[in-house]
Nanobody, 125 residues
């Protein structure tokens, strides 16, 4: 059974930092796309960051230069280091996993079949 369990969320003041963790079990995350998404109340889900099997990472425009995604294959864990947090970063953050799509070469997209339960991040001004 595949399980993704997020942790590390919490409340922080603007300018602060948090590190989210996503522990993966029952799935070979090292050969898959791993991603972080977020969703704020009343807003659509937003892709935050992803890392592909080759190790390359991609970021949403709103978090570039502030967030860093990484993975520790020995610990089966994916991280999201979030620095210089702003109130607009307040959301539920979800970890997701899945393979590259068949048209990856053209679209650079992944199919996220597995999701965690989410961890709340709240940034106050």
């Amino acid at each position: 059974q595949v399980r993704l369990v997020e942790s590390g969320g919490g409340s922080v003041q603007a300018g602060g930092s948090l590190r989210l963790s996503c522990e993966v079990s029952g799935y070979s995350h090292s050969s898959s796309c791993m991603a972080w998404f977020r969703q704020a109340p009343g807003k659509e889900r937003e892709g935050v960051a992803r890392i592909i099997p080759e190790g390359r990472s991609y970021y949403g425009d709103s978090v570039k230069g502030r967030f860093t995604i990484s993975q520790d294959n020995a610990r089966n864990t994916v991280y999201l280091q979030m620095n210089s947090l702003i109130p607009e970063d307040t959301a539920m953050y979800y970890c997701a996993a899945g393979p590259k799509t068949m048209d990856w070469v053209l679209t650079r997209t992944c199919q996220y079949n597995y999701w965690g339960q989410g961890t709340q991040v709240t940034v106050s001004s």
